[in-house]
């Protein structure tokens, strides 16, 4: 992988906890800059602008939540245990609203 893409990466990664947080409305670019410690012109070169980051954050929350769901559900084998596996995810990601491979569970 390369150092743009490295960085284009962390932009998203960073982007899509502070969303998580704050809302999209309620980041701005110099919130993301200020997480991410990179400047404006750094970010710019990754995406074209604040709807573009938001969306490929999205898309990684999403990933992220998606993962724990199947990770949970597949160590389960009776119906009702894949549902309360459900229901255990769902409450570490309202407990822990940071968003991270490591925090949720």
Do not use: W
């Not at 962390?10 to 400047?39: H, M, P």
């Not at 012109?41 to 724990?68: M, P, S, T």
């Amino acid at each position: 992988m390369t150092k743009g893409e490295n960085t284009r990466k962390y932009i998203i990664k960073k982007s899509a906890e502070l969303f998580n947080q704050r809302g999209y409305a309620g980041s701005s670019l110099s919130d993301i800059t200020e997480v991410t410690g990179i400047k404006r012109g750094g970010i710019y070169r990754h995406f074209a602008c604040k709807d573009e980051i938001a969306l490929e954050a999205y898309d990684y929350a999403v990933g992220i939540v998606n993962e724990k769901f199947t990770e949970a559900v597949d160590n389960q084998q009776s119906a009702i245990d894949k549902i309360l596996a459900i229901f255990r995810v769902y409450e570490q990601v309202t407990e822990h609203p940071h968003l991270s491979e490591d925090v949720l569970y």
